[in-house]
Every structure is written in C-alpha cells, then in structure tokens.
C-alpha cells in the first residue's frame, strides 16, 4: 500500500511541524494540514515564511522548502479528508474542565468530533492515525464511531505517538531516538497499514528505531515516557529544597549522580517547576486511568509528581514574598521569560503563569519581558486563570519588549524561563536601574551567582 495524500487535522505545535518534516522528506507525497482556526491557517500560509504562527528553532526553513510544493495549509477540513489516503488526527486533547474526571481526565470532545466528521465524510477506505496524546484505549472508541456511523469504509486505527519536544521539534522529527506505530497487526490489514506508515518513516529514519506495537503498547508508552521524565524533574525539585536547608548546591548534586550512567545527566535540571502542554496533562490522565481500574497506590504513587511541581512554583513565588520583607504590595517585580521554556514561545502550563498569579494575589505590580511571547498571550493566560478581572490583569500586569525596561525601578527580577540571552545582558545597567536593596531570583539556575553578588544583588537561586 502506497500512500499519496496525507491529510492532519490540526495545525498546532505537533501536527505543523510533524507535517512539515514528512512534506519535505517525502516529496512525493501531498501533506495537507487543516485546521478549523482560520487566523493559524493564514498564519501558516503568510507570504513572509518567518510569521508562521509557531517558533521552533529550524522549522520556517523546512516550510518554505515544502510549501505550495506538497504542504499545503486549508480551513476545508472535508475536502482534505475526502482525497487522504492516511488521516493524521493532530487536535488538542485539554484536561477536562467539567463534569466527570474535572480537573484529571483528557478532554475528548474534538477527537470525537473528528472521527464524526471523518466518518460522514469518508468514500473509500482510510488509516486514521491518532497523533494526539490519548488515554489507553480511546482508538477502540475511535474505530466505533467510524464503523457505526459511516458509509460502510473500512478503516484502520494506528496510533502513531509524537515524542517531540518543543524548542527542539524539527531535530527531534529529523533524528528521533524512536518512532512508535501501535497497530492491529495480528491481522494482515492492520499489519498492511502500520507498514504503511513504516513507510513513509524509512524515508529519512533507520528501519531498526521503528518500533511497532499493539495499539494500546503504544499509547500507553506515551504517558509511561511522559510520566518517567516529568518524575525526573520532580525528583530533582524536591532536592533542590534539601539544598537550600543543607548549603548543597543541586547543579553538583545533579552532576554528581547524573554521571551514573545507570541514571544519566538528562533532565535533571532544577527548575521553578515543570510545565507545557503534556507532563501534567498526561500524569493526570494516567492518574485518572489508573484509579478508574481502583488502583488507587498506582495513581497515588505518580500524583505526587504533580504535587511536587505545584508545590515548586509556590515556594519559588513564596520565596519573592518572604524575602522582599513580607511584602510585594504595591512593588515592582520584572519577569524575565514567560514561555514554559526556552526556544518556544509556547506558554502552555508555564511555571511563569502561577508565580505571577501568587504575586498578584499579594498586590504585586509585574513587567513581562518574554522574547517570543506576545503581550496578548500573556494576558490570555492569566485571564484564563479567572482569579481577577480582565481589567485588574491589565492594569496590573505590563508586557515590554525590552528587558531593561522590565527591570528599570523594580524592586526585584525573577528569571521564570531559562532563554539563554539573559546570561548575556549587561547585568550592571540593570543593577544600577534598580530600587536597591535589588533582589535577583534564579528560578532556573542559569545565572553566575558570583558575578551577580559582585555587582551587589541580593542573590537567591532554585537549589542552593
Ligand atoms: C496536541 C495535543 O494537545 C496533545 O495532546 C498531543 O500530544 C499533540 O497534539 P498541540 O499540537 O500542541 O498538541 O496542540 P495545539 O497547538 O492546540 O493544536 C491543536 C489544533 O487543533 C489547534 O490549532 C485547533 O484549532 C485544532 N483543532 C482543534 C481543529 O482543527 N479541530 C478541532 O476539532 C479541534
Ligand atoms: C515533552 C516531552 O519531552 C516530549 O517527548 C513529549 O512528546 C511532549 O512533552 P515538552 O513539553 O515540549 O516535551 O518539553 P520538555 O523539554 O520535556 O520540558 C517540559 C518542562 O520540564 C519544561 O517546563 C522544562 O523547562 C522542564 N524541565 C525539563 C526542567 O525543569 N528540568 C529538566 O531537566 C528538563
């Protein structure tokens, strides 16, 4: 089975750059994405290819390549579906706001709503696969909603996880450590359609790093790889607290045990708490999963890495409270960085939201400087959070575009995002700019300590 047209249903940070890389590596094969979001979709198409509405290091380059050749960007979601050979469902699956599992379970409306689509739609037979990161088993609901509502296609559901990182997405797509396809493939249709996929992978990725699994191997892999790397972070958070109480300094000590080579140096990084679209998101889902099967140790057991990054971001925000004399009332704070972290400007979940939302609950005055975030993201975020009016965010809340106007005449700046320029700034103009005593709070461990106590700031970092 040779695939030709390639249809993704939503044009976000997995589904544009995922579709980008597939339409460039394989050019014979037309890539259509869609979205029902008109403003992305002309975004994605704007003539000038650096407005594309995603930042990733790399990826405007790979979409000028592609586009208009054989990536093409449409709002006709049906027409896209109708000539696909292969339907990659790419929409984002939030954590439920209502009703049953509030709070903890995957959001599956749009998923559903896109099978419903795809099954009215449909005149001959297609492979649906399932990109969005999804609970164990939603591609038997899936199949369901195909099989009974529409006009008699066969189907088969692959779920094709992505493990892309953000800031790094086009080089994770171009050299992945591994691409999983879980299929039907105890039968010779499900086993055709999963070569399929292979297929179109073996263009630029070694056959021998496609794994291929059962369906339900595959989604769970997903929140298993999730769950294991968001536990990481949160391993690190809780000794970044023993350090400040012992005089350790957590970068040694992540050091020091990352060279085990039966642990490694990779994510290991103290933080101000881990955020983005997926780790919290995921561990709650495989929370929720696993309570509803009564395992109640097993969903206790990874609940409490979410509760140790809440309980980072906190004390980070508590930290400013505590050390500008119990007091933030009426002072000035400057946020350097407001994406979830660097080379993104996605800010999804960011660590950044929640501090600002513990300051401005204690009355504080707060400028954002966020070298990829847009002043209107900012307010959408806080906004979202529904703790004041849109108004009060406003009024209280500035965003600049020059980070030494953020710090100009604050009492304190905090570092939320670890955007590799800060280190670079001329930290002496900003010291001079300041109210003194001028608090620095690293809450994410890349400033020189050293160098910034010399300049005379009052010095405070995650972890030591
Ligand atoms: C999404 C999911 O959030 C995540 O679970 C999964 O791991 C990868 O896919 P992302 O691409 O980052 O992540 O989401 P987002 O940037 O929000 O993009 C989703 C797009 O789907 C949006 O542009 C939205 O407009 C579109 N969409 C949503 C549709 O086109 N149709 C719908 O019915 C719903
Ligand atoms: C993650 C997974 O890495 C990816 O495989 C999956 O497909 C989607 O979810 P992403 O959310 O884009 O990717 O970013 P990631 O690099 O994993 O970082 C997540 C958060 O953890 C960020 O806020 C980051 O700053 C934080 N982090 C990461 C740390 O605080 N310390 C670390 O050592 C690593």
Redesign the pocket.
């Known amino acids: 089975m040779k695939i030709k047209n390639i249809c993704c ?8 750059p995922t579709m980008a890389v597939i339409a460039q590596k394989c050019p014979e094969i037309n890539v259509t994405v ?4 008109e403003n ?1 979709i002309a975004a994605w198409n704007d003539e000038d290819v650096e407005n594309i509405p ?1 930042y990733e290091p790399g990826l405007s380059a790979v979409v000028k390549e592609a586009r208009g050749r054989n990536l093409f960007f449409s709002t006709d ?1 049906e027409a896209a579906i109708d000539s696909a050979d292969m339907i990659f469902i ?5 954590t439920k706001t209502y009703g049953i599992g509030k709070g903890m379970a ?1 959001d599956l409306k ?1 998923i559903e ?2 099978a419903r689509q795809i099954a009215r739609v449909s005149k001959n037979d297609k492979i649906v696969v399932e ?4 609970p164990v088993r939603t591609a038997e609901a899936l199949k369901n909603i195909l099989d009974n509502t529409g006009n008699g296609v066969n189907y088969q559901i692959l779920s094709n ?2 493990f892309l990182a953000e800031g790094t997405a086009v080089d994770d797509l171009m050299n992945p450590d591994r691409v999983l396809i879980g299929g039907d493939i105890n039968t010779e249709v499900g086993n055709e359609a999963v070569q399929a996929l292979v297929d179109i992978y073996a263009h630029w990725i070694p056959r021998e790093k496609i794994l291929t699994t059962n369906v339900w191997s595959s989604e769970l892999s997903k929140l298993t790889a999730n769950a294991f790397l968001a536990q990481r972070v949160s391993s690190i958070n809780a000794m970044s607290e023993l350090c400040e109480k012992t005089g350790a300094d957590v970068n040694e000590v992540a050091k020091a045990v990352g060279m085990d080579s039966r642990i490694g140096q990779k994510f290991l990084k103290s933080s101000v708490g881990f955020g983005g ?2 780790f919290q ?1 995921d561990i709650l889902n495989l929370v929720y999963i696993a309570k509803s099967f009564g395992l109640n140790e097993v969903a206790d057991y990874w609940h409490q890495v979410i509760i140790m990054n809440d309980h980072q971001k906190k004390r980070f925000a508590s930290n400013i409270v505590k050390t500008l004399f119990n007091t933030v009332s009426g002072k000035k704070i400057a946020f350097l960085g407001w994406a979830f972290k660097k080379d993104t400007n ?1 800010t ?1 979940e960011s660590s950044a939201i929640y501090v600002a939302d513990y300051l401005l609950n204690e009355q504080a005055e707060i400028v954002v400087y966020d070298p990829k975030v847009k002043r209107e993201q900012v307010y959408a975020d806080l906004d979202y959070l529904n703790s004041r009016s849109e108004d009060e965010n406003r009024q209280r809340v500035r965003v600049v575009n020059d980070p030494y106007e953020a710090c100009k005449g604050s009492h304190a700046v905090a570092v939320l995002t670890e955007w590799d320029e800060f280190e670079n700034y001329d930290w002496q103009k900003i010291y001079d700019d300041m109210l003194k005593p001028a608090f620095l709070f690293d809450g994410r461990k890349l400033l020189e300590r050293k160098k910034k106590e010399e300049i005379g700031f009052e010095f405070y970092a995650i972890g030591s």
Do not use: H, M
């Open positions: 249903i939503g044009a976000g940070y997995v589904g544009g869609v979205d029902i979001n992305r995603i979601v790419s929409v984002n699956t939030p995957a749009f709503l896109c990109k969005s990161t999804l996880p992505e679209s997926c998101k996605d999804r």
